[in-house]
């Protein structure tokens, strides 16, 4: 399978513990997004990698998240001192973009990491 | 800022007859439009995308949405829907000058015999 992969697909953890997930996109793509999805909501965006840089965060992304992509391939998405809010659907997605820039790129999505915070 | 809303939080509708999605969005520039899909326990799949040109696209699945930029609406439409669509579609913008995606909250399709 040559799509994006998330991994694990589910986490439950306690309140107060640290939680990280793994987003391993489409091998030849440069970009990579991170979204939350809470129950009954639309995804909403949280940051964006082009290679390792980290070129956007959204005010959602409190200082207890923190998004590495250490070497411009696979991401992780850690989550310190869980709080029950933070339960939600973790999706990831990529993307190729064109040193030309501008125009369109196609954001493909993973499968998701669901997070219970209990 | 942009921003989508999705008129109807779920549509129900029987097997063989015709569905139309609304969305609505906002924008002062130019933007991009999509239509995603969301089966259970899955993620998001792209069903069409308005970029530019023809303001009627369509996608897969037998899906088509029309783009009218007065009324700022780009409602997705089939003509005969299957059992298989059921699940969540959301609608998004992406501007010309952002590289996020902005969804609406969706609206559930839920196709009954």
């Known amino acids: 399978d040559t799509g994006v992969s998330q991994n694990p697909r589910h986490k439950i953890t306690k309140r107060g513990q640290n939680v990280t997930f793994r987003c391993d996109p489409i091998s030849e793509h440069n970009r990579l997004y991170w979204y939350r999805q809470t129950l009954g909501q639309g995804p909403e965006f949280l940051t964006y990698f082009q290679n390792e840089a980290q070129l956007e965060k959204s005010r959602l992304l409190s200082d207890r998240f923190s998004a590495e992509r250490p070497k411009g391939s696979f991401s992780t998405l850690e989550i310190q001192r869980t709080e029950q809010g933070d339960s939600a659907m973790y999706l990831c997605a990529s993307s190729l973009e064109m040193a030309s820039g501008g125009g369109y790129n196609e954001q493909f999505f993973g499968p998701g990491t669901r997070l219970t915070v209990l | 800022a942009q921003s989508v809303t999705q008129l109807d939080s779920q549509v129900p509708v029987f097997e063989e007859a015709p569905v139309e999605l609304r969305c609505n969005y906002s924008?002062?520039?130019?933007?991009?439009l999509f239509w995603y899909v969301q089966y259970p326990n899955q993620g998001l799949q792209l069903l069409l995308k308005y970029l530019s040109g023809s303001t009627l696209v369509k996608g897969i699945n037998g899906f088509e949405a029309e783009f009218n930029k007065s009324q700022t609406s780009f409602h997705l439409r089939k003509p005969s829907v299957h059992i298989s669509d059921t699940a969540e579609y959301f609608c998004?913008?992406?501007?010309?000058?952002?590289?996020?995606?902005?969804f609406g909250a969706g609206t559930r399709l839920a196709v009954h015999p």
């Open positions: 998004a913008v992406r501007s010309g000058g952002y590289n996020k995606l902005i």
């Open positions: 924008s002062s520039v130019s933007v991009y």
